[in-house]
């Protein structure tokens, strides 16, 4: 289960290529409305992984911590933006990241 997180910032031609590509590798997309229990949802195993194009760092801060204890891949939110401004974020679980990654398109370098 791959969950995508949606703001009014971002093209909905571009949510649904992202979309797209989760349900080509054969993933079930959500949107549940909270990034940051999304993220937290990934650190525990409830999900597989989540994406959000535009986030801001008070719905990511509390989670990265939790996402690197539980050794989750996690794209570098705060050193591509995240301190100043809304970034993109992808976490996922480590057997399913780098698929994830270049599905999507998200770095996770």
């Not at 650190?43 to 194009?53: F, K, M, Q």
């Not at 990265?64 to 050193?79: I, K, Q, W, Y």
Request: with cysteine; glycine share 12%.
């Amino acid at each position: 289960m791959i969950e995508m997180g949606w703001s009014n910032r971002v093209p909905k031609s571009v949510f649904m290529e992202k979309i797209d590509a989760i349900m080509d590798l054969g993933a079930m997309p959500r949107s549940g409305g909270s990034g940051a229990l999304a993220l937290a949802d990934v650190a525990c195993g409830r999900l597989d992984g989540y994406i959000e194009i535009v986030i801001n760092l008070w719905d990511v801060a509390a989670a990265l911590p939790l996402l690197a204890e539980a050794g989750a891949c996690v794209s570098p939110f705060l050193r591509d933006g995240g301190l100043t401004g809304p970034a993109t974020i992808l976490a996922a679980n480590p057997h399913i990241a780098q698929a994830l990654s270049s599905a999507v398109g998200i770095s996770l370098d």
